[in-house]
């Protein structure tokens, strides 16, 4: 079982930036493919960002290119998605999942993922 634990949401003015973590406490997951999810109101759950534990390439949804970076530092265990320039239509519930037997075509299934955190809200405001 690994457990996650995302941090790093909050209320942000359009433009702005937040960091959000992903933390798995006592669990090495360098050979977990990271994905971070996210959820609006009356929204079904859309893929966001991933990143793959062989190699380490990146996979963005094309609504967050250029404006948010996903990044790991397997050292801390931890996952990173930095969010710039962000919109009001970016408000959701953001969260991490983590698998280790995902195949490079399925990280943006959120059906794929074995394990998940119970998320971190972001809310944009105009």
């Known amino acids: 079982q690994v457990q996650l634990v995302e941090s790093g949401g909050g209320l942000v003015q359009a433009g702005g930036s937040l960091r959000l973590s992903c933390a798995a406490p006592?669990?090495?997951?360098?050979?977990?493919?990271i994905g971070w999810f996210r959820q609006g109101p009356g929204k079904e759950r859309e893929f966001v960002a991933a990143?793959?534990?062989?190699?380490?390439?990146?996979h963005y949804v094309d609504s967050v290119k250029g404006r948010f970076t996903i990044s790991r530092d397997n050292a801390k265990n931890t996952v990173y998605l930095q969010m710039t320039s962000l919109k009001p239509e970016d408000t959701a519930v953001y969260y991490c999942?983590?698998?280790?037997?995902?195949?490079?075509?399925?990280?943006?299934?959120?059906?794929?993922?074995?394990?998940w955190g119970k998320g971190t809200q972001v809310t944009v405001s105009s």
């Open positions: 999942a983590a698998d280790r037997r995902i195949i490079l075509s399925s990280v943006r299934m959120h059906q794929q993922y074995d394990y």
């Open positions: 006592g669990r090495a997951f360098s050979t977990y493919t």
């Open positions: 990143i793959r534990a062989s190699g380490g390439s990146t």
